[in-house]
């Protein structure tokens, strides 16, 4: 939490008390706190003695008229003398004989939240949702095979948010500025800023398209593609020490991602590739896209359509044709394994 503040130059103090984390700052540091990984929700409060609690609401809501509310009070420990109960009757009395308001405790539309901690009363009035998972940085690293589409951004936040750290591996093909902003969003995820390798693609590419056009071979291009891809991000992953491959493949969402062409592209590298996606419809993925805010930056993108790609692709490759292609490769001296 203090790192994700400081890259919002926002110094803060956090402190564990009780099962709670305690950040002193503004409360408008609770929609970047909400973020970051392990974090299941936020409640901006304010910290005060309890018997300034009746002064302090008088303040705050005046000029307010919700149809109805209740006061939710808890003791997170035992060392404050009154109990939830008496709380809860002593603040809504107070409330009822102050504005008149009617009480809830069903449907209310005002909550008053209360939390005794150590004797000291944290009142708030909203509780955000927060990004949930499990603490960055907790579960190792992946390398994440980046582009500036839909879906491998979401692929990315999804392993982020269960705790892992990434290594951004993104081949240009001149949209490495909007991956670039695409990593900047990424990063309100991660507690280590995320390191984006970029490669240009079409001049790695080229050599193996000349061979699969002269093996009469082009259907295979996005397959191979998509392996060679692959082999590069299982070498950086070596020495990065990464763990895995996280891409953002859904199940015949589109010809490189059938069933036949996802098991020959999971053959042709040794380490574990993880798409968080796979069983994910689109409008889903868009969904997670949106909220996270990577959506807005795929839709003001340009678009570049890519050079290689065939007029027919194949999509079920037979994994002898592969073995073929890779010998090939191989006596042209394209091929390590
Ligand atoms: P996306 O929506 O994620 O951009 P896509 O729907 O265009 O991908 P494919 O082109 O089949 O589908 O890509 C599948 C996966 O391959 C992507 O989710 C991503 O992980 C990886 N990938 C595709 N293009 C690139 C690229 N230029 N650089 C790095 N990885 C890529
Ligand atoms: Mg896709």
Not at 29 to 46: C, F, L, M, N
Not at 53 to 78: C, Q, T, Y
Not at 90 to 105: P, R, S
Not at 109 to 131: H, R, S
Request: hydrophobic share 40%.
């Amino acid at each position: 939490m203090k790192k994700a503040l400081e890259r919002h130059n926002i110094h803060s103090q956090v402190h564990t008390i009780h099962g709670r984390l305690l950040v002193n700052t503004p409360h408008e540091a609770a929609d970047i706190i909400r973020k970051v990984p392990g974090v299941v929700s936020v409640s901006p409060a304010w910290r005060m003695d309890y018997e300034n609690v009746p002064r302090f609401l008088s303040e705050h809501l005046a000029g307010m008229n919700p149809s109805s509310f209740k006061v939710e009070a808890r003791r997170i420990n035992k060392a404050f003398h009154k109990t939830s109960q008496q709380i809860n009757e002593e603040i809504g009395a107070f409330v009822v004989q102050n504005f008149g308001w009617k009480v809830d405790l069903e449907n209310p539309e005002l909550a008053i939240g209360i939390e005794m901690i150590d004797n000291e009363a944290y009142v708030f009035f909203e509780t955000k949702k927060g990004v949930g998972g499990l603490p960055s940085t907790t579960q190792g690293k992946l390398v994440l095979l980046l582009s500036p589409g839909i879906d491998s951004p979401v692929a990315g936040f999804l392993m982020l948010r269960r705790g892992a750290s990434l290594v951004a591996l993104h081949f240009d093909q001149g949209h490495s500025e909007t991956v670039k902003q695409m990593v900047n969003v990424l990063n309100d995820y991660s507690s280590e800023p995320i390191e984006l390798i970029v490669i240009d693609h079409h001049e790695s590419f080229s050599p193996y398209v000349i061979e699969l056009e002269r093996m009469r071979k082009r259907e295979w291009t996005c397959v191979l593609c998509k392996i060679l891809m692959l082999k590069k991000a299982e070498q950086i992953a070596r020495q990065k020490s990464a763990l895995g491959i996280v891409t953002g493949d859904s199940l015949g969402q589109v010809a490189s991602q059938t069933l036949e062409n996802l098991f020959l592209e999971s053959s042709a590298v040794n380490l574990p590739i993880y798409r968080p996606l796979i069983g994910m419809d689109k409008d889903e993925t868009v969904k997670i896209a949106k909220d996270i805010g990577t959506f807005d930056i795929f839709l003001k993108a340009a678009r570049h359509s890519c050079p290689f790609r065939p007029s027919s692709v194949v999509t079920r490759g037979s994994i002898h044709v592969l073995r073929r292609i890779i010998d090939a490769f191989k006596s042209q001296g394209l091929w390590q394994d």
